[in-house]
T-cell receptor
């Protein structure tokens, strides 16, 4: 069975702090994909990144970075020098060859205080 | 359109009534998904359509829920005899293809409240 766990329900930090959102997954698929989506207060889910199971290189995009480690089945997301506009709910999701529907974590609500 | 459009944005209905939620996907997207998001929860898969193939209805929670997609474009999710536990945000997403690697684009959702 596939499962995504985001153990942090809510994180609150002060602006400019770095923050890491954890994501742990379970799957039996050899080929699978991991995603992060952002859901701001407006409600619309915004795609941030996709990673396939064969590519463990870390990725950096501006203030965002992702650490994919198959050994620990984790795909953590770090925001450096956080800003108030980063406040949102962040979802980690998983899909694989055994099913195309995204399996979602429960989300982490990130609050950035000015 | 430029993005996935859902209507209405908010719907309040009385218990026992039927409701219809509409999704207009991005033009050219062959795959369309419906998800349900309860307060403070992740997304629960309901149904997806891919081209002319039979839809995957495995996520529909009961036979009160149904969905159709006309002409491979607009989709309607229908909930019959609504119950209070149906209250949630219903999200629609579309993508070019339904493969596991494909990113989905989401609408802003319909917030359904059953009173």
């Amino acid at each position: 069975a596939q499962k995504v766990t985001q153990a942090q329900t809510e994180i609150s930090v002060v602006e400019k702090e770095d923050v890491t959102l954890d994501c742990v997954y379970e799957t039996r698929d050899t080929t699978y994909y991991l995603f992060w989506y952002k859901q701001p207060p407006s409600g619309e889910l915004v795609f941030l990144i996709r990673r396939n199971s064969f590519d463990e290189q870390n990725e950096i995009s501006g203030r965002y970075s992702w650490n994919f480690q198959k050994s620990t089945s984790s795909f953590n997301f770090t925001i450096t020098a956080s800003q108030v506009v980063d406040s949102a709910v962040y979802f980690c999701a998983l899909s694989g060859d055994s099913n195309y529907q995204l399996i979602w974590g429960a989300g982490t609500k990130l609050i950035i205080k000015p | 359109g430029a993005g996935v459009s859902q209507s209405p944005s908010n719907k309040v209905t009385e218990k026992g009534k039927d409701v219809e939620l509409r999704c207009d996907p991005i033009s050219g997207h062959t795959a369309l998904y419906w998800y349900r998001q309860s307060l403070g929860q992740g997304l629960e898969f309901l149904i997806y359509f891919q081209g002319n193939s039979a839809p995957d209805k495995s996520g529909l929670p009961s036979d009160r829920f149904s969905a159709e997609r006309t002409g491979g474009s607009v989709s309607t999710l229908t909930i019959q005899r609504t119950q209070q536990e149906d209250s949630a945000v219903y999200l629609c997403a579309s993508s070019y293809w339904t493969g596991a690697s494909t990113e989905a684009f989401f609408g802003q959702g319909t917030r359904l409240t059953v009173v």
